[in-house]
Structure formats: structure tokens, C-alpha cells
């Protein structure tokens, strides 16, 4: 909830005070229900995901989330018709398979668990479908006037167009709003000493108020950043670098804090590097 506030508040000092971007009004009912689907499907894959760790181990429910981009070429074939070249569905194999050999072990299994996981990540792969349609996508409202005479009826056709495309930040400045109001009545009932302890905390450690500060500013960032690859590339192409992210994170842990790896980790995990290359190269050469 913070850091849709963030996100909230952010955007809108961004655009309507630095002006960094136009303002975009929503033009339609459809594309505002659009909005609203995204912001739910946003707050659900979140939610989701935090209480599968509840009973699953990290390790499998990041295997599972490593299938993200399998539910969002499906997604994007069910809901834009897009297909891309056979080259680059192979490629999301290896960067698949990758991150659940790195994963290793025989992890703990819960049904409940399971299916919390799985849910929030076929959402995250509905999200970014949906927010690539938001970004790119062109509506279309027709008005038809018929008039007719005893002599020779005439018929005129009329189409106006409206372009539904919005930019990233605008995006985000409609999604925030609608996802706070979505996780404040979750808060209330979820988390219903929420507002002590977090009064508790701020009481004990003095920095407490800063570093949440950074930390929703840092989401908007992210989200902010999330958008922009989804409208420049493609929401498959999020998803697979959302896999890389993982690869990368290993080796700078590994270099920061020493972490112990595996023989099996770094094999999977490079696996998932050279799938994300594969994944790329097919990208461009078969656009």
C-alpha cells in the first residue's frame, strides 16, 4: 500500500508539476475498467505471492514463478492474437528450465501453497499483457448517421477514432490510486494492528520513516521502469528479463555477502543467461 501511495503521489507531482509529461485524460469506459482490471490483477499477484511463502519454501516458489513467461506468451496469444517466431518460443526453454534446476532439491510441498503461487503468477503474466495493451493500444468508437429522402436515400458513414494509447507515468498515475483503494480495506482486515506497529517501529528505530520513504520511492522507480520495457519491447520480454533478474541477483550476492552456490546453481543459473541471450538474438532476427 506504500508504495502505491508512492507510485500515486509521485506520478502526479511528475506530471502535473514538472511537467515531465503530458497529461492524458482516460477517454473511455473500456479503457478505464482496463485500468481497474490491471490494478486488481497487480494487487493480486502481489498478495498472492507473499502468502504462498507463508508454505512453500523460496526455492520452489521461485521455480514456479520462473514460468512466468509461458503464461504470458499464452496470455498474449489469447488476448492480442500475437505470436511470435517458433526460434524464440524455444529460446524460453532454457530460461525456464534454467531457473528451476537452480532451484534444486526436492522443496516442500503444500496445496494451498501451490496454488496461491501458481495463481499470482499467472496473474503477473496477465498484468503484463495487459499493461503492454495499455501502452500501445489504439481504441475505436464509430458513429453512423442515416438519412434518407423520398428521391434517393443517402447513407453517411461517420468514424471517429481515439487513441486509448497512454504513456507509462500516465499509466501509472490512474493504476496507483485504484490499487491503494483495493489494498487499504485489505489492510484493515488482514493486518488489523498495522497502524501500531508500524507507530512502534518508527519509535524504535529512528530511520525507520526514511528508509520506508526510499524503499516506496524505489518502487516507483521499479514500476515506473517495469512499464517502459513492457511499451518499448514486448510483456514476454519483461517476463523473460524478469528470469535474468534472478541470475543476476545470485552473482551479486555471491559477491557481496559470500553466499554459498551450488554446482547446480551456477549451471541453472547460466542456463537461464544463455536462454535470455538465445531468447534475444531470436527477437531480432526473426521481428
Known amino acids: 500500500m506504500c508504495h502505491m501511495s508512492a507510485c500515486a503521489f509521485l506520478s502526479y507531482v511528475s506530471i502535473v508539476f514538472m511537467k515531465l ?20 490483477v497487480f494487487c ?12 512453500l519454501p523460496v526455492s520452489f516458489n521461485q521455480a514456479v514463478g520462473a ?26 526453454v532454457p530460461v525456464v528450465a534454467g531457473v528451476v534446476i537452480a532451484s534444486g532439491g526436492e ?24 499493461q503492454g495493451i495499455l501502452l500501445s493500444s489504439e481504441g475505436y468508437n464509430s458513429f453512423i448517421f442515416i438519412s434518407s429522402s423520398s428521391a434517393l436515400p443517402h447513407f453517411f458513414v461517420h468514424f471517429s477514432a481515439y487513441r486509448e494509447k497512454l504513456n507509462s507515468m500516465n499509466l501509472l498515475l490512474y493504476m496507483s490510486p485504484i490499487a491503494v483503494l483495493v489494498l487499504v480495506p485489505a489492510v484493515l482486515i488482514m493486518e488489523p494492528n498495522v497502524l501500531e506497529v508500524i507507530l512502534s517501529l518508527g519509535k524504535q528505530h529512528r530511520y525507520m520513516w526514511l528508509l520506508l520513504f ?17 511499451k518499448h519491447t514486448s510483456a514476454l520480454t519483461l517476463q523473460v528479463l524478469g528470469n535474468a533478474k534472478g541470475a543476476v541477483a545470485v552473482v551479486i550476492s555471491i559477491l557481496l555477502f559470500r553466499n554459498p552456490v551450488t554446482v547446480v546453481g551456477i549451471g541453472g543459473y547460466t542456463m537461464t543467461v ?12 526473426f521481428r
Open 44 to 55: 493480486g499477484s502481489v498478495v498472492g505471492g507473499n502468502i504462498s511463502l507463508r508454505y
Open 214 to 230: 526510499i524503499n516506496s520511492t524505489m518502487a516507483y522507480s521499479a514500476n515506473l521502469s517495469n512499464f517502459l520495457v513492457t
Open 21 to 40: 509529461v503530458p497529461l492524458q485524460p482516460i477517454k473511455s469506459r473500456p479503457q478505464f475498467l482496463k485500468i481497474a482490471t490491471l490494478s486488481v
Open 274 to 285: 544463455l536462454g535470455v541471450v538465445a531468447y534475444g538474438e531470436a527477437k531480432r532476427r
Open 67 to 92: 514460468t512466468t513467461p509461458f503464461f504470458t506468451a499464452l496470455f498474449a496469444y489469447l488476448m492480442t492474437f500475437k505470436r511470435e517466431a517458433w526460434v524464440t518460443y524455444a529460446a524460453l
Open 107 to 130: 522443496p516442500g510441498f503444500h496445496w494451498f501453497g501451490f496454488i496461491m503461487c501458481l495463481s499470482a503468477t499467472a496473474a503477473r503474466a496477465f498484468k503484463s499483457v495487459l
